[in-house]
């Protein structure tokens, strides 16, 4: 069975500092990985995903994720943040060998404060 | 632009009384996904389509039942609503091929009275 874990529940950060939110996996099989955003009364808009090839991915709205197979980790990184970041961060398992199904985390909430 | 829509964003319904939310995919794809989302947690996959064969989460309530009539619509019937089904529900929408992404409509907020 997979299982994704988002250690953190919120993050609260000031505008323009640096954000990690973290993301750690466990899977008999390897597996494919995405970073969703979901902003208050939306649904989830893709930000990133990790196929393979080169372990650092950039996304939309200056995001970026590291691939650690060694840490089964995929952490979601921005350099800068505005108060347009403030919203819902799911990181996402799907398994090789399983076509579609999504194994989700419970989702770390970013608040970016003025 | 290709999308996924679901109507209506807002839903408002009785204790008990039917209601169908409907979803619709301009991207042709040929996976459609139906989740439950409650405050503050993920979203739970409650069922989804390939095509035209329909697979059910062991744990979804026999209350959800689901249609699909051709590759862009898809519908969720809950057909005897209790107050622990207020909720957002998503649609979401992929290809078939490992690694491909899930595309979300905005959801359907549903209340119950």
């Known amino acids: 069975a997979q299982s994704v874990t988002q250690l953190d529940s919120q993050v609260p950060v000031f505008e323009e500092a640096p954000v990690e939110l973290r993301c750690n996996y466990s899977?008999?099989?390897?597996?494919?990985l995405f970073w969703y955003v979901q902003y208050p009364n939306q649904g989830l808009q893709l930000l990133l995903k990790y196929l393979s090839g080169s372990t650092l991915v950039k996304g939309i709205n200056g995001f970026e994720a590291e691939f650690n197979k060694s840490q089964t980790s995929f952490h979601l990184r921005k350099p800068s943040v505005h108060i347009s970041d403030t919203a819902e961060y799911f990181c996402a398992v799907n398994r090789m060998d399983s076509s579609y199904k999504l194994i989700f985390g419970s989702g770390t909430r970013l608040l970016v404060r003025p | 632009d290709a999308m996924v829509i679901q109507n209506p964003r807002y839903q408002v319904t009785q204790f008990g009384k039917p209601v169908t939310l409907s979803c619709s995919q301009t991207l042709n794809h040929n996976v459609m996904y139906w989740y439950q989302q409650k405050s503050s947690q993920a979203p739970k996959l409650l069922f989804h389509?390939?095509?035209?064969?329909?697979?059910n989460e062991a744990d979804t309530p026999d209350n959800f039942q689901s249609r699909r009539p051709n590759t862009s619509f898809c519908f969720l019937d809950i057909r005897s609503p209790g107050l622990g089904d207020a909720a957002m529900y998503l649609c979401a929408t992929s290809r078939v091929q490992g690694g491909q992404p899930q595309h979300f409509g905005d959801g359907t907020r549903l209340s119950i009275l």
């Open positions: 899977s008999s099989v390897s597996v494919y």
């Open positions: 389509y390939y095509d035209k064969d329909f697979n």
